[in-house]
């Protein structure tokens, strides 16, 4: 796979954290619209970026902010990958669990069928379990393949910048 660098100019250290986020450097959470530039550069190739150079003017630079921060887009890379990855098997088991359940509920209802001219009640069990068999089914399908689909490409995003060098650059 080919490799890349990615640059992002900012005013300063505060455009790369929330506003509403008034906590020490340590701790604020980053600002979604440099989630979302990030995302954004990340998204056009399908590469690993190997260094992301934050630009800002020389006058504002500090080494000690600046390794801080690196620490933090880091921790913040890793444990966003862990956590996408971990929502998207937890909403695969669901699926699958969905799905079995589905074609469980689908299959009694195919037995139930056969004995629904019988019994009133059964004809009612009947009415109950088969839509609730295609419910689970198709919604099960939903979940495998189109809301798995934004945990995929979030877990993406970060696997991408999960091996990149962090640096600052005067501009």
Known sequence: MEERKIKIGIDNYDDLFSDFDSRSLDERSFSDDFIGELKKVCQERQEFVT???LQLPSALRESNTEEIVVKRIHLHIKRSNIAFTAKRHRLRKRSVLFLVAGFLLMITAS???LLKDHLIAINMLFVVVEPAGWFLVWTGFDLL????RRYRMDQEFYRKLSRSKIQFESV
């Open 111 to 113: 037995l139930i069928s």
């Open 51 to 53: 260094e992301l150079k």
């Open 145 to 148: 393949f189109f809301s798995a």
